[in-house]
Every structure is written in C-alpha cells, then in structure tokens.
C-alpha cells in the first residue's frame, strides 16, 4: 500500500514564517485518508478472499496450494496454466472460482479441428429488416466472457492456440478491422494432460509466456480421496453463493500494484531472474550446461506482481523475499527450457529452480 510522506516539521515551519501552513495540512491529512483508505481496502481483499476459500472449499476437496495460486494470479491480473491427470477437480475449481466470484464463466474444449474464429467469433451476413439491406456484423465468440476456461489447450494447432495470444496481452480481440474490448476483470484459466501426448501441440513459448503461473494439480491424500467419495456419491451437491463482485476484483488489483516494493527484494528478483539465462556473461557453468533459454524480463515483473498480492493475502504492507520464494516455482517453471543435455542427465526444470534458489543468496531475516 502507498505509504505515506512524513509530516512536515511544525517548529520548521514556524521558523520559516508559515506557521503551521494549512496547504501542508491539507496535503497530510490527504495521505493520511489515502493510507486509511487502502488500509480499509487490505482488510476488504482479505476477508473476500477467505470467502472465496470457503466457497470453493464447499465443492472441491483439498487442493489449497492451487486455489491460492489461482486467487493470487487473479489478483495480479494474470492468467494461470493449470497442469494435471484427468479426474482432479480442475475444471470444477474453476468453475466453482467464477461462480463465487459472480463472474461470467465459459468453457471452450479445445480439439484438433477448433478454429481460431471458434475462440474469438466471427463475421456473418445479417439482413437488416427494416431497409431489406444485406451487411456483414460480428458475432462475438465465447472468448468474450471474465473467466475463459481453455480445456486441454495443447490440443489444439498454434494457429488457434494464437487467437489467445491478444486477448491475453491486451484484453481486446481484433477482428474484420475493429478492435472488440474485454470486459473487466478478463482471466484465461488454461488445463493440459501432462500424461497423453499423442495428438497435442506443445505451446508455443510466446503463449506459454504469457501465463503468469504454471500450476501443476497432484493427486489428493488418502483421506482427501475418502472425503471426495462420500460427497459425490451421497446427497445433493453443495450450492456455491456469490460472494466477490467482479468491480470488487477490479478495485484489489488496483491495490495490490500500490503494494511497496522493497529495493533489496527488487534486487533479488532481477538477480534471480538474470542467473537463469545462460547466454549472460556471469551465467554459471551448469547454467550453461543445462539451460537452453531462460527466463526474459516478463518473469522479473509477474514474479514481483504475484508477491505483492501474496504479501497482501498474509496481512503485510510491503513485499518479503518470502513471497517471492514461495512463488518462484510456478512463476518460472514454464519460461526456463531445458538442454538435451539436462534431459538425459535426468534434470528436471524444478530441479533447476532450486538449484537456483539455493545458491542465490538470501537476505538475513532482519531486513525481510
């Protein structure tokens, strides 16, 4: 949150003459509203997202490493690649998120044959009534929606995986010459099989770029699993109430960017970020060795994005190094790619952001 500038000194004031300047009053008592005022929102953020947990809580079992993930990158306006064998609740969570948050959801399942005109609609020949003239008018795809869910991504071309690509960057589709606006707030929750690679199209890095985090979905434990049994096997399903309006959302990630970021932690961001490309002159020899590309400047602003809403979601004006490592996996872990090399020594991309994070060095706990 905007901390706010000192007070000016009274007895400086009376030495120059000014007397205690009622314009400087003005202008504290301004900052100090400002201050209430994105204290009131913090607690307001807060409390919306407990609801929304509780809300999702209801209808998913477990999973609450990834229900915060996806509230974070919501808060910081991005998007979210969610990774995970069928049967895990992913597309349920999903649409569990939109309809607690009272936000239009839509599903699109993405197959071999879709087209890009299927994702962000099309032109069509429409007879005005009245004159009995004929004109071209675009019908609007289900990409104008709040929350899009892109079901199985990878299996779809590049060609119609790309009709993403504006609306994820500019929250606008472009079509026939005219430019369409989102409506606000606009969220891409794309899934994908990490097991069945026959018939799929990797994403491209240019797309993969633009997700804010890669979430991978585990399996539930033992007794997550026995709990999933006896509600979807028993009784009615629980209802989901409406708890976050979508002018709300818009209102939090407008607060999470006033978030104050430390310079310390700033510095340690770029320096992470920077360690994992291996074409710099100071990369390391088994960065070099492991790492094909690294990460480009994209990460070092998301990662630091992401940190202040989770900094907000834990209760604290500033930024910590610790949200920044509590996040850097998902943040970097579909913008670093792998040598042959790594592959056949067995390196996974997990392994090298550890090892990144390991031999980074970390500030002592008194400044964090």
Known sequence: MVTPPPRPNESSNTANG???????????????????SDVAAAEALIHSVNQVKEQVSRVVVGQDEVVEQLLIAILARGHCLLEGVPGLA??????????????????????PDLMPGDITGTDIIQEDHETGRREMVFRKGPIFTQMLLADEINRTPPKTQA?????MQEHEVTAGGHTFPLAEPFFVLATQNPIEQEGTYPLPEAQRDR??????????????????????TSGQPQEVQHVVTGEQ?????????????????????????????????EAKDWVREWIQWGPGPRASQQLVL????????????????DDVLALALPVL?????????????????QDLIERLIKEHAVAPASIL
């Open 163 to 167: 009709a993403l690509l504006e609306a």
């Open 18 to 36: 000014n007397g205690g300047d009622a314009s400087s009053g003005d202008a504290s008592s301004t900052d100090e509203a400002t201050l209430n």
């Open 306 to 321: 992401a940190a202040k809403a989770r900094a907000l979601l834990y209760g604290r004006t500033h930024v910590s190094i």
């Open 333 to 349: 872990r579909h913008r670093i790619v792998p040598t042959f090399a790594a592959e056949a020594d067995g390196v996974e991309v």
């Open 249 to 281: 959302i818009v209102q939090f990630q407008s607060l999470v960017r006033r978030v104050p970021l430390p310079p310390h932690v700033k510095e340690w961001v770029i320096d992470l970020v920077r360690d994992a490309r291996p074409n710099q002159p």
């Open 211 to 232: 997700f804010l985090f890669h979430v991978v979905v585990t399996y539930p434990s033992r007794d997550e699993e026995s709990e999933i049994i006896d509600r979807t």
């Open 90 to 111: 992913k597309t349920l969570m999903v649409r569990t998120l939109a309809s607690s948050m009272s936000l239009d959801f839509r599903r699109i399942q993405f197959t």
